[in-house]
Every structure is written in structure tokens, then in C-alpha cells.
């Protein structure tokens, strides 16, 4: 894999998939950026670049545990850019990553060309998700066979009672089978420390962001699957009207991963957003 030195010295890795025009993609987690994969085929449209963020995947652990917060891997970002030689990019930001990525357009919004935010977090923006809102998501599902218990996981961990956040992993994908079950496992992020200081105090700056996001001149799309337990559809929505004009796409059947669910509706999605730029 390739390498770049963010602003601190240390070394990052990225991948790359695909040719013609790039899309930095910004992995969730903090996790392996491997999970993205090359989102369902987008590669055939884009070259995607798609970095570890530190102390993930290839990526080195950085001397500064602090450095782990959000607001700072906005840095590495950056790095990234001037590392490609691009004066402006498209950028994609999935599920916590959506979080960097909109912080970076907030900071940097003359270096962004096209914003995609996919199944994406909302605490840079200071968008609560309610237990009630999650719990009326699951019940759409209440006609699998693995609902009852991940539904009694659910209303657990909502009161505070239970931490048994295995037992819902099936929320988060349209179909719960063999190949969703493998997708899971390979995204669970596995530097524990790097997902517990993301979000540290001085992390993220809702107001500022909201204020920089109602002036961002960069055309926006927000896709989050009908079935996104993390990122739902009535909360993208919400998210959708921060931006002075941004499209959002609910797509059937997904949850948190839609390139997983429906490849080919996900990659016709983001394709006719960001436009076909082959080499």
C-alpha cells in the first residue's frame, strides 16, 4: 500500500481502486478502511482513494493517543490532498468517517468538489438520534427470524440496562446472511483506544460546523439505507437541510452499508452524482 507523513510525522497508508478522476473516501469506525472495499464497484467510475486513518489497518499508531480525535484526522485529510498533488477533490464519508469528512468540508470548502456522505454520523453536526427513533426503525424488521432477540438487545442497550451490541448486528444490513455476517466482522474497528478518544472532548463544534456547512458552495448528496439503524432516514433528512441545497437518497431494502445490499443501485446512485470520470 501506498504511504503518505501526515503533519505530525506519522506514516499513513491508503488504497487505491480504480481509475480516472479520484474520491477520497473516508472509512467509519475508527476501522480498517479495508471494509469500504471498493463500494460495490464505484472503482468502475472513480478512482477511489481510500486511506487508514491512524492506527488503523496499515496505517502506524501515532505517538499522541490525542490525536485520535476527530477534529485532528481533519489534518490527515489534508495531508492526503497536498500528498496527491490535488488542488480540489471529491470527497465520500461513510458512517463516522462522515464526521471527518464534513469537518473538512466545513474547514476546507474551497478544496472540495463533490460531497457524498453515506450512511453518515451526525455528531459533527450535533444531531441527537433518539432511542425511540432507533426503536421505531428496528420494528420494520420485525418479520426476520432473528428479531426478537436483537430487538430485546436493543430496547436494552437504549434503556442503558444492556451492552450486548452483538445481538444487533443484524440491524445494520438489509439481509442478515453469510456474506453480511463476514462484511461485519472485517469492519469492526480493533484499536479500541482509537474509537474511544474519536469523539474526546473538543472533538467536534456543532455550531461552528452548521455555520460554515449553511455557506458550503460544493453540491452535496446524503444516501443512508431504509433500514440504517446508525443513520436514519428521518435523521440524514435533518442532517440533508443543513446544507444550503443537498439531495438526499433513502435506498430500499439497505441498511448501513448499501453498496453491500444492493451494489448496483448504490454504485448508479453515487455514479450519476459524482458523473463518470474514467481515465
Known amino acids: 500500500m501506498p504511504t503518505f507523513t501526515a503533519p505530525d510525522g506519522t506514516q499513513l497508508a491508503y488504497r487505491v481502486h ?8 473516508i472509512p467509519g469506525g475508527p476501522a480498517d478502511s479495508r471494509y469500504l472495499g471498493d463500494l460495490g464497484g464505484l472503482s468502475a467510475h472513480r478512482r477511489l482513494i481510500v486511506p487508514d486513518l491512524r492506527g488503523t489497518g496499515r496505517s502506524a499508531i501515532p505517538e499522541d493517543p490525542g490525536s485520535y480525535r476527530c477534529d485532528r484526522l481533519v489534518d490527515d485529510v489534508e495531508a492526503l490532498r497536498r500528498h496527491l498533488g490535488l488542488d480540489r477533490t471529491d470527497l465520500l464519508g461513510h458512517s463516522a468517517g462522515a464526521n471527518i469528512a464534513t469537518q473538512y468540508a466545513a474547514r476546507h470548502p474551497g478544496r472540495v468538489g463533490k460531497l457524498l456522505l453515506v450512511g453518515p454520523g451526525t455528531r459533527a453536526v450535533g444531531i441527537e438520534i433518539s432511542g425511540e427513533t432507533r426503536r421505531e426503525l428496528a420494528r420494520l424488521r420485525s418479520g426476520e427470524p432473528w428479531f426478537p432477540a436483537a430487538f430485546a438487545a436493543l430496547e436494552a442497550i437504549t434503556a442503558g440496562t444492556g451492552t450486548d451490541w452483538e445481538a444487533v448486528d443484524p440491524f445494520f444490513h438489509g439481509r442478515w446472511d453469510a456474506a453480511a455476517q463476514e462484511h461485519h466482522e472485517a469492519s469492526r474497528p480493533t484499536n479500541r483506544e482509537a474509537v474511544a478518544l474519536f469523539g474526546a472532548e473538543g472533538a467536534f463544534d456543532p455550531a461552528e460546523t452548521r455555520a460554515a456547512l449553511a455557506a458550503c458552495a460544493s453540491p452535496v ?21 443543513l446544507f444550503p441545497a443537498a439531495d438526499v437518497v433513502v435506498q430500499p431494502g439497505a441498511g448501513h452499508y448499501p453498496w453491500l445490499d444492493d451494489a448496483d443501485r448504490f454504485v448508479a446512485t453515487a455514479a450519476a452524482f459524482l458523473g463518470d470520470a474514467r481515465g
Open 18 to 25: 480504480g481509475d480516472g478522476e479520484p474520491l477520497l473516501c
Open 221 to 241: 448528496l446524503l444516501v443512508t439505507g431504509e433500514f440504517d439503524l446508525n443513520s436514519p432516514p428521518s435523521s440524514v433528512a435533518e442532517f440533508g437541510g
